[in-house]
């Protein structure tokens, strides 16, 4: 007989999701990554849920952008967390550079 699993609380859940944006995010070797929920900022908004992390900034820096124009860092960004944002992550704020920019 197995034990039911309870569900997840906010906070948990909130953190499950940054966690699994770092993971997929460390695919680029930042040596700059900084995650900023700014869900409550959009309270009232579409794609909000009470509760959940729906919007997120993220700064990032690695040499994988070097090179690279804002759009193609974006997509890069985005392609790396398309799981997520097909998960219920409704909007990225991206700011996206190479070492010593």
Not at 84 to 91: K, T
Request: no cysteine; glycine share 8%; charged share 25%.
């Amino acid at each position: 007989m197995s034990t039911p699993v309870p569900p997840l609380s906010t906070d948990d859940a909130i953190s499950q999701r940054l966690a699994r944006v770092r993971a997929a995010l460390a695919e680029l070797s930042p040596s700059v990554l900084e995650l900023e929920d700014e869900s409550h900022r959009h309270e009232g908004h579409g794609g909000h849920r009470p509760g959940q992390l729906t919007h997120l900034r993220v700064r990032i820096v690695a040499q994988a952008f070097a090179g690279q124009n804002r759009l193609a860092r974006h997509r890069l960004v985005n392609g790396l967390l398309a799981d997520e944002l097909a998960r219920g992550l409704h909007a990225l704020a991206i700011e996206a550079k190479a070492p010593g920019e």
